[in-house]
């Protein structure tokens, strides 16, 4: 397998990854540069996630278009310029709309990546692809927080966006030399209804549900925002039926592989979205850690991660993606889980060797249910497939945030008190039932799905059972 490809696009949405939470942990020395509340700067937050979710679905279109290759290198452009222009912003406003523009850069890095990975690499080794880019997406919100406070602490926090300009310039020295061509395609013109309705659809819920549970606004705007986004989806649907060539083509979801892993893998990234906002500040508040050592010790979850690419193959190609996908799920909810027993009490190494557990879980999961979903479809509806996973993704994490503040808003509300750890136990449990659930779409799949691509084979005793 040619690993400079994976590689270099693994970077590249490291970097973005890392900046939508590095900015988190120094969002109260910002503020105070700027002469604004933290809470007001959580706009910034919320403005690079509406970014994604409205240009998502652009990209897609943008990549057959113009070609693969050319848009991801002119997205990391783009991140390059937003970056710059956040590190010298003097006001909140300009410091909004710098972030808006990494986030339009952002949307465009990570399903044109994807799409590059999947058109540039055999079915045979797209699982050790795959394993390779779903790192960054793991690592991103481990490493965040204590590279930002860092950073933040012993030098500026401007130098937490003038450090992607380098790394900007690397990828796109890399890009240029290693990435192939790949040819555009002929795509007609944008469907620009689907566009607007999915723009609002994507960014309504994402900032909804942002605002709900990193309140910059009143929670009513949120609450708005949120059902004109359900009710765009709805006009979205009957739009998208009617129209020859939707810029999102739900006939994706007729493939049963597809549908799964979509279904599946937004349940168990709720949780995944949860666990990052929730765990932080469970170690802070509840254990009194300072934010350096919380990230140290949830930095732990990465390693676990990482060591998936070296078995993710041999694994997938053992058992099988149904196999292997219900036992991540299973163990996943249940390292989840294990979150709402921690006490101060709780020797280190103990809550350590959970973490370390739940990385592996989740990072086999995420590869997965990454590389099933693009397992049969065919390479023509490959950027269908990529902008709209892309776009479910984004939501999927934004909501797990806004459940798990919602669950901590409601259990404080109904014992009167301030926040305990008792609260954050009864989040992690909340969110570790909710991924459970998750593992049941691929209970409908045959043993053997996806086959072509993890090599997996049926035994005699496999089919014996399946007869059964």
């Not at 986030?103 to 399903?111: L, N, R």
């Not at 909340?430 to 991924?435: E, F, T």
């Amino acid at each position: 397998m040619n690993r400079i490809t994976p590689l270099i696009l693994a970077v590249a949405l490291f970097m973005e990854q890392m900046d939508s939470t590095v900015i988190a942990t120094a969002l109260p020395t910002i503020a105070t540069d700027l002469g604004v509340g933290p809470i007001t700067l959580k706009l910034a937050l919320t403005s690079y996630m509406v970014a994604l979710a409205i240009f998502i679905p652009l990209s897609g279109w943008m990549a057959d278009r113009y070609g693969a290759k050319r848009v991801f290198r002119a997205a990391i452009v783009v991140f390059m310029l937003g970056s710059l222009l956040c590190a010298i912003s003097d006001s909140l406003l300009t410091f909004v709309a710098a972030r808006f523009l990494q986030g339009m850069g952002g949307a465009m890095m990570t399903p044109v990546g994807r799409l590059v990975l999947l058109r540039t690499t055999k079915k045979s080794d797209l699982v050790s692809a795959m394993a390779l880019l779903t790192i960054p997406a793991l690592l991103g919100p481990i490493t965040g927080p204590p590279v930002g406070g860092f950073i933040t602490t012993f030098f500026s926090w401007h130098w937490i966006f003038l450090i992607n300009i380098p790394i900007g310039l690397l990828g796109l020295w890399l890009s240029s030399i290693y990435l192939p061509e790949i040819e555009p395609i002929d795509t007609g013109r944008i469907d620009w209804k689907g566009f607007l309705l999915s723009a609002c659809a994507a960014s309504g819920l994402v900032f909804g549900l942002s605002v709900m549970s990193l309140p910059a606004l009143p929670v009513w705007v949120g609450a708005a925002a949120t059902v004109v986004g359900i009710l765009s989806i709805m006009l979205y649907v009957i739009h998208a039926r009617r129209h020859p060539a939707p810029l999102l083509d739900l006939t994706l979801f007729a493939n049963k592989s597809f549908r799964a892993s979509i279904i599946g893998g937004t349940l168990f990234r709720i949780a995944a979205g949860a666990t990052p906002f929730l765990l932080p500040l469970m170690l802070q508040l509840g254990f009194g850690m300072s934010a350096f050592q919380s990230g140290m010790t949830t930095f732990i979850a990465a390693v676990g991660a990482i060591s998936t690419k070296f078995i993710a193959r041999r694994a997938f190609a053992a058992a099988g993606f149904r196999t292997v996908l219900i036992l991540a799920g299973i163990f996943g909810a249940l390292t989840t889980g294990a979150n709402a027993f921690f006490t101060p009490a709780t020797p280190i190494l103990v809550i350590m060797a959970v973490l370390l557990i739940g990385g592996f879980c989740r990072s086999f999961f995420f590869t997965g249910v990454n590389t099933l979903g693009y397992a049969e479809i065919e390479d023509r509806a490959a950027s269908q497939a990529t902008s709209l996973t892309s776009v479910l993704q984004q939501v999927s994490l934004a909501l797990g945030v806004a459940a798990a503040a919602s669950i901590l808003e409601a259990s404080t509300r109904i014992t009167g008190e301030t926040l305990s750890l008792s609260d954050f136990h009864l989040a992690f449990a909340v969110v570790a039932g909710l991924s459970i659930f998750a593992i049941l779409p691929f209970f409908g799949l045959p043993r053997d799905v996806g086959s072509a691509v993890s090599g997996y084979r049926r035994t005699a005793e496999d089919e014996t059972i399946s007869v059964k």
